[in-house]
């Protein structure tokens, strides 16, 4: 069993710790979730053997909400394209 605790922006009510609650536990492999939108962060207990965590982030993502660090750019990725787009910039 594993738990992680994810920083999750954009709740701001009861109402949304419920659905992110709800949306979560529809998994396979999720045990428990607590969600709290003061702390803004999810908690979750999961069996990692039924459910990775990039799943659980995206089903977070899809109820509308952010989850740090999640579908953005790496610091790498970002320094690879900006150097990209100076190299494409230098051959024009």
């Known amino acids: 069993m594993a738990k992680v605790t994810l920083p999750v922006s954009g709740m701001k009510c009861d109402a949304c710790e419920n659905l992110i609650h709800d949306a979560l536990m529809e998994k396979e ?17 999961y069996e990692a053997e039924k459910v990775d965590l990039d799943t659980l982030k995206q089903v977070i993502a899809d109820q509308g909400f952010k989850v740090e660090g999640f579908g953005e750019p790496s610091l790498l990725e970002k320094i690879k394209a900006f150097f990209d787009s100076l190299l494409a910039f230098f051959k024009s």
């Open 29 to 45: 492999g999720v045990i428990a979730v607590k969600a709290d939108h003061q702390a803004k962060t999810v908690e979750i207990e």
